[in-house]
């Protein structure tokens, strides 16, 4: 049985530590690097105690780590970061997954009008493969880098996936509302992540425009062939984790939705379409890699509405992107994942 070797890069953030959560008990993966410029030195399980016997590691110097032994490398690591990194490591034989967004829109030109900066690598760009599984399997187990998906954007295209890809709503007026837990923020310190400001309040934010629309775009106008109109808004909510996205879709073709959402993802081992008339919650996926999925016709009428859930640190991230190196190393796609939700 081949041991995977793997190394994270930047590994203090909420994705770095559910990653070791997730790779500590993974039975072919051998944790054998974890980088830190401002923790070098420092046990991983004194920064983070709920690792304690579990991962035996010191955070390394980044710039003295010896990631070219590893087999795979996971950038849990702000943007820019993976971009100015990546193609050395890909040219010394290591695979990469990098959970930023560094790689995940196509149009260079697009993704530094979003970002507000140069790309350092635009020839990867071409490279990388989108790693939503439900759409890019086949890709992703050949690739040498993998552009793991957003977690609003996992959430969203789950959600609208089916309908875009047999044209069955209104291509033109895709609305997708959707709320996130805090640690979607990341691990920073700014003012309206602190609890007296986002506990007890809930706002829209980045209605004018968000990072993550042209990537849902791009996503479904692949799947449609064709040009798409989304409009997204997203929210923040006073929780630690979790995305609740509800959708809104104009039917154009009187068909069984329900039936076509459970026959598109049949056999998909990460999405769950409830039955008809359910309500998802998003501790129904807590800490579990799982996107639950509802679909609703309000009184029979043609705007359908999908209850789309997923835990944006597993999901929408780190499950994620462990799920994406089970297949590009050939494992069962589902091992190291079979976390259930923890409730309450």
């Not at 989108?130 to 789950?158: D, F, H, M």
């Not at 209605?207 to 106008?221: D, K, N």
Request: aromatic content about 6%; hydrophobic content about 45%.
């Amino acid at each position: 049985m081949k041991t995977i070797k793997v190394g994270i890069v930047g590994g203090t953030g909420y994705t770095g530590i559910e990653l070791l959560r997730i790779l500590a008990r993974h039975p072919q993966v051998e944790l054998a690097a974890i980088t830190s410029r401002k923790e070098t030195g420092l046990r991983v399980d004194q920064l983070f105690p709920s690792l304690r016997g579990a991962v035996g590691l010191a955070f390394s110097d980044p710039a003295k780590a010896d990631l070219g032994r590893c087999d795979l490398i996971f950038f849990a690591t702000p943007n820019t970061v993976a971009m100015g990194q990546a193609r050395a490591l890909l040219e010394s034989g290591v695979r990469v997954v990098d959970l930023s967004a560094d790689f995940r829109i196509r149009d260079v030109a697009e993704w530094e009008k979003w970002y507000k900066v140069k790309h350092a690598a635009p020839e990867l760009v071409a490279e990388a493969v989108y790693g939503l599984p439900e759409i890019n399997r086949s890709s992703i187990r050949r690739a040498r880098l993998v552009a793991n998906p957003g977690c609003y954007p996992t959430a969203v295209q789950l959600g609208l996936l089916p309908l875009v890809e047999k044209a069955a709503v209104d291509l033109d007026h895709l609305i997708a509302d959707a709320k996130s837990g805090v640690s979607g923020a990341g691990k920073k310190a700014e003012d309206y992540l602190l609890f007296s400001e986002a506990s007890d309040n809930f706002k829209a934010y980045g209605i004018a425009g968000h990072r993550h629309w042209p990537e849902m775009r791009q996503g479904l106008e692949a799947a449609a062939g064709r040009k798409v109109g989304l409009t997204f808004v997203p929210h923040l909510t006073p929780m630690i984790r979790g995305i609740h996205a509800t959708l809104y879709a104009r039917a154009a073709k009187s068909i069984d939705f329900q039936q076509l959402f459970e026959e598109r993802y049949r056999g998909e081992p990460f999405v769950d379409v409830l039955p008809a008339g359910s309500e998802p919650e998003t501790r129904s996926v807590r800490a579990a890699n799982t996107c639950r999925i509802a679909v609703h016709r309000p009184r029979g009428e043609d705007m359908l509405v999908i209850a789309s859930v997923i835990d944006n640190l597993v999901k929408g991230a780190s499950g994620q992107a462990v799920q994406n190196m089970n297949i590009m190393f050939d494992l069962d796609e589902a091992m190291g994942l079979s976390h259930l939700a923890v409730v309450p």
